[in-house]
């Protein structure tokens, strides 16, 4: 791989500061000035929690002079179905939220790794608890993005106090903006005791997800990974690592519950996400998992998983979403100043 691409990629994101804001946004499919899409202390969502929110990543090929965002239809499917989870009407596919993902990204001319956070969540300045007699709004923002935890050579989890959240108190199939409260608690707790993540089990003891990451575990020869049953995120990184382990690593992957004391006789742990993509877990509790040291399978599948992403996998080409237009020989592509992109028309609004 790129090791300069491999440097940036491996940058943590800065913690306790603000996040540099972008110079753009989506919203109900136009690309406007990002203070333009802002909104009163009365909506809805924010007083509520009534929304939800995707996460994706735009990874930057310096060979092709190419960014490439990772599987975005697949995102804005689950994007749509957290919408009716809300009883949310967006009137939007998610080929049209790609359309304006593409667009809001060339408006921002990022040349570097990228993360995309959209949104849709009840915009009414109303008071009142329901999900009835309400009007969606739908947004975009794109900021530079490196590492999530930065902790590439192993991270220190924690089994949180908290319980996960059940599906039949919020679903965890649904990337609901309220039910992150139940995440953040966990992670915050964790990181004030000294550790880099937490991680929760579910209502019936079995081990769920991180505060924003899928688990998977290797022993005897067999990588283990919680079934969407034990109330996880259905998520693409998730499905994706799923895929390399079988097809290019050669391994026998299983969705099965995972009871704790499993995770600390566990030949290797690593977690899942599309911020925190493949990141290897050396101890859990103070706990030295194995040898205390990335296991050869989470190393290789993190290689594989970045080779993938920035579309060097031909096989899994499909999967990476060009922003540019292609160049002609020996030109790098070059992005669209936001001025010379039309607004999107989402279908049915």
């Known amino acids: 791989m790129n090791s300069k691409l491999d440097r940036k990629m491996d940058s943590p994101m800065p913690t306790g500061r603000a996040t540099p804001l972008p110079r753009c946004a989506y919203r109900d499919g136009t690309i406007v000035p990002y203070r333009d899409a802002s909104f009163g202390l009365l909506t809805h969502a924010l007083n509520y929690g009534t929304g939800l929110f995707a996460g994706l990543r735009g990874y930057w090929n310096p060979e092709e002079g190419q960014l490439f965002v990772f599987r975005p239809e697949d995102h804005f499917r689950r994007f749509c179905d957290s919408a009716r989870l809300l009883r949310m009407e967006l009137g939007v596919t998610a080929a049209d939220l790609t359309r304006g993902l593409i667009d809001l990204l060339r408006a921002e001319g990022y040349r570097e790794n990228c993360y995309i956070r959209p949104v849709a969540f009840y915009g009414d300045e109303t008071i009142g608890v329901r999900l009835h007699g309400l009007t969606p709004v739908v947004g975009m923002a794109a900021v530079p993005f490196g590492s999530y935890l930065g902790k590439e050579e192993g991270a220190h989890v924690a089994i949180s106090s908290w319980t996960r959240v059940p599906d039949n108190v919020i679903p965890a199939r649904g990337k609901l903006a309220g039910s992150y409260v139940n995440s953040a608690l966990a992670k915050t707790d964790a990181v004030l005791a000294g550790f880099d993540e937490a991680l929760l089990l579910n209502?019936?003891?079995?081990?769920?997800?991180?505060?924003?990451?899928?688990?998977?575990?290797?022993?005897?020869?067999?990588v283990v990974t919680p079934p969407v049953t034990d109330d996880v995120l259905e998520g693409f990184t998730r499905a994706t690592a799923i895929e390399l382990l079988r097809e290019d690593l050669g391994q026998t992957v299983v969705e099965r519950s995972i009871d704790r004391t499993e995770l600390y006789l566990a030949d290797e742990l690593f977690l899942t996400g599309t911020g925190a993509e493949i990141t290897p877990v050396t101890r859990v509790d103070h706990r030295a998992i194995a040898d205390g040291r990335i296991g050869p399978i989470a190393a290789a599948l993190r290689v594989?998983?970045?080779?993938?992403?920035?579309?060097?996998?031909?096989?899994?080409?499909?999967?990476?979403?060009?922003?540019?237009?292609?160049?002609?020989?020996?030109?790098?592509?070059?992005?669209?100043?936001?001025?010379?992109?039309?607004?999107?028309?989402?279908?049915?609004?």
Request: contains cysteine; glycine residues 10%; positive net charge.
């Open 203 to 222: 209502e019936h003891g079995h081990v769920s997800e991180g505060s924003v990451e899928n688990v998977f575990m290797r022993k005897g020869g067999v």
């Open 304 to 349: 594989r998983y970045l080779e993938t992403t920035c579309g060097r996998v031909a096989k899994y080409r499909s999967w990476c979403r060009p922003v540019y237009a292609a160049a002609t020989a020996g030109e790098s592509p070059k992005p669209q100043p936001a001025a010379a992109l039309a607004p999107v028309a989402p279908s049915g609004r």
